[in-house]
């Protein structure tokens, strides 16, 4: 299939391209990147990209596709129709499925039912520890080789600091990619919410800072002393975010991201115990979040994901404290990618390579260009549209948001996995 994207304002971050340029594309590559087609190219296919942006396909850091396990709270057929309306043409899907993705065969299974050509690519992370308890290491090079790009525990941590010390170890032998949340499990226990004002008044059980960056100090400490690359999913404190720039500095490998909720949102969104607002890591204070958002701008954070986990309307319709965790999120990361780039007021091509190029770089994978030779994986948007967040507009099976009722900027209007055209927002 050969297909022509004209009149479009193409955006890669990877070759810093931001101008009026027509993409060419066959057998599921690029094939050219200008006003000129290649010698002998004839279109199947011309998609008219008129007043949209051209970027690659996003790259989201954390999407649970509720498969295995959890079928009734979402399905892969209903998230990768998500993610494609989203933009988005590859994610990591973390290792808390049912059963746990601790055995190769699990790992194969995941990714051979999400080779169909509309599906996002789906890099799996292998869990760390067996059934993720926190005791017994899997075999990572087994796992590694069945595709997991690399491993970690979810929202679950390892109290024991001598098998995460040795998890480290076993890694960095092979350069294998530590994936892990800061939050001490101790300090964190019982807790809801923000350990803040808002906690206090509505009288919810608190999660304080310091159950993170306590945490993150033991990672990078050990991380320090075993080499290991390491990888602080969900970042959420100003606190947590110093240590990391400090801990760079310092030599330690060291990477981070956040979710699309504690960039937006803070404690104040609770409102009268809000469900949609019951998030793991918690939405932290107002000064917490702002400085998320400086610290994405400035690449202290390196990337953005959405942190998808679609949950059914039986767990969000409960009191706050005993409502499921988690937030729908693949179909919103490209809108509120847009909105966080023009309220910091931000050039395109920054905001877009923390969702593209960026996260591709810590999957390590060949992800987030529009270069020639490159996989055909395209986003093509209407800056100018708006997106309006109802339960109506979400493809994903979990209507569970925050943001209900508002409009963001950006539609998508096509995107292309491997060439192959997986959404087509022109027919809604």
């Known amino acids: 299939m050969k297909i022509h994207i004209k009149n479009g304002r193409l955006i890669d971050p990877t070759s810093k391209i931001d101008k009026p340029q027509d993409l060419f594309i066959a057998a599921g590559r690029i094939v050219g990147v200008g006003n ?13 990209a008129t007043g949209c942006i051209v970027c690659p396909g996003l790259v989201d850091l954390a999407a649970r596709l509720r498969e295995p396990g959890f079928e009734y709270r979402a399905t892969l057929e209903s998230e990768m129709a998500a993610a494609a309306a989203g933009g988005v043409t590859r994610l990591a899907c973390p290792p808390d499925t049912d059963p746990v993705l601790d055995e190769p065969g699990l790992v194969e299974m995941l990714t051979h039912r999400a080779r169909l050509p509309e599906f996002a690519h789906v ?14 290491l899997t075999e990572m090079a087994e796992l590694a080789e069945a595709g997991c790009v690399a491993f970690g525990q979810a929202n679950r941590a390892i109290v024991d600091t001598q098998v995460l010390l040795r998890a480290m170890m076993y890694a960095a032998t092979f350069d294998f990619p530590v994936w892990l949340q800061a939050q ?52 959420s404190s100003a606190a947590g975010v110093d240590m990391i ?36 890591p918690p939405l932290r204070s107002q000064a917490d979040r702002d400085a998320l958002r400086a610290g994405l701008a400035s690449g202290a954070i390196n990337a953005l994901c959405s942190d998808h986990t679609p949950v059914d309307d039986d767990g969000k319709q409960m009191p706050f404290d005993e409502a499921e965790v988690g937030a729908t999120g693949l179909e919103l ?13 931000l050039p395109l091509l920054t905001a877009l390579a923390r969702v593209t190029s960026d996260p591709a770089r810590i999957l390590g994978v060949k992800a987030g260009s529009l270069a ?25 099976q979990g209507k569970n948001t925050p943001f209900l009722g508002q409009e963001f900027p950006g539609r998508v209007r096509y995107t292309l996995i491997d060439g192959h055209l997986a959404f087509d927002g022109t027919l809604n």
Not at 125 to 136: C, I, M, R, Y
Request: charged residues 20%.
């Open 245 to 280: 720039v400090a801990a760079r500095a310092a030599g330690i490998a060291v990477t981070c991201d956040v979710a699309i909720h504690n960039l937006h949102l803070s404690e104040m969104d609770i409102g009268f115990f809000n469900a949609h607002a019951r998030l793991d």
């Open 123 to 136: 890099h799996p992370v292998g869990a760390l520890t067996v059934q993720l308890e926190g005791k017994a």
């Open 36 to 48: 000129t087609a290649p010698s002998g190219f004839e279109a199947n296919s011309v998609l008219d």
């Open 333 to 345: 990361l490209l809108p509120l990618t847009l909105k966080w780039g023009q309220e910091m007021k």
């Open 184 to 235: 001490d499990p101790f300090l964190a226990r019982k807790g809801v919410a923000h350990d803040g004002e808002i906690a206090a008044r509505l009288g919810l059980a608190g999660i304080p800072v310091a159950a993170e960056t306590i945490a993150l100090a033991t990672m990078l400490q050990l991380a320090r002393e075993t080499g290991a690359r390491v990888h602080v999913t969900r970042i």
């Open 372 to 396: 020639v030779g490159a996989a055909a994986d395209v986003c093509v948007f209407d800056l100018a549209a708006s997106f309006k967040v109802t339960r109506e507009n979400l493809r994903s």
